[in-house]
């Protein structure tokens, strides 16, 4: 699901494969936090308990949905709007694929154990979901942090090339300085020179 997740996207936008795993990988992660937390919901007696006076359907709808708009709207104030700020044109592949696999690795695990013993064992299956939630916030947070240390990058080497340039320009004007002061040293010599000469010419009368 996650990979024909990642082909539809590479299908419906114009971007790099490691900017389009990295929104995945966050979209996902939010995505199966949610579950988790319904999961819980569900195992800790509050859907039933919402059940009894308005049924399952109705307490499914209204629990899942709550959870959703809640979780969505907190993701999007703590991380997503955060990213938007940050380019991601920069991502190196390397480090998305390491949490790519990390994130799917956890959650492949944790659902497959929950899969199995998903009645058997109620605080055990409510630990794992609370586990799984937490483990996608880490993605998360990891992924705000890449970005964040991707802008501080980007800012220190706009920042060292502002340098260098303003370096070079110093070097260059010291240049000229040092060619200024050759030509006015000379040019002084020049006019001693030719004081010399003129008060010489007066002596002799060498103007007649």
Not at 101 to 120: D, E, F, H, R
Request: proline residues 0%; glycine residues 4%; contains cysteine.
């Amino acid at each position: 699901m996650f990979a024909l997740t990642l082909l539809v996207l590479w299908q419906c936008f114009d971007e790099k494969f490691g900017t389009l795993l990295f929104c995945g990988v966050a979209a996902y992660s939010a995505q199966n936090m949610c579950y988790r937390l319904y999961c819980v919901a569900e195992l800790s007696g509050l859907m039933w308990q919402i059940a009894k006076g308005i049924g399952w359907d109705a307490a499914y709808y209204i629990v899942s949905n709550t959870i959703m708009v809640l979780e969505y709207a907190a993701i999007y104030m703590l991380f997503a709007r955060r990213m938007k700020k940050y380019s991601l044109a920069r991502l190196h592949n390397k480090n998305i694929l390491l949490i790519s696999a990390v994130t799917l690795v956890v959650t492949i695990l944790l659902c497959s154990w929950t899969n199995v013993y998903y009645y058997q064992h109620f605080p055990l299956l409510i630990i794992i979901s609370l586990f799984s939630v937490l483990c996608c916030m880490f993605i998360l947070c990891l992924q705000s942090g890449m970005l964040e240390n991707l802008a501080l990058k980007h800012d220190i080497e706009v920042i060292e090339q502002m340098w260098k340039n303003d370096k070079r320009q110093y070097e260059i004007a010291k240049e000229n300085m040092d060619v200024i002061n050759v030509k006015c040293h000379d040019l002084k010599h020049k006019i001693k020179e030719l004081r010399l000469s003129d008060g010489e010419c007066r002596k002799t009368n060498c103007w007649k």
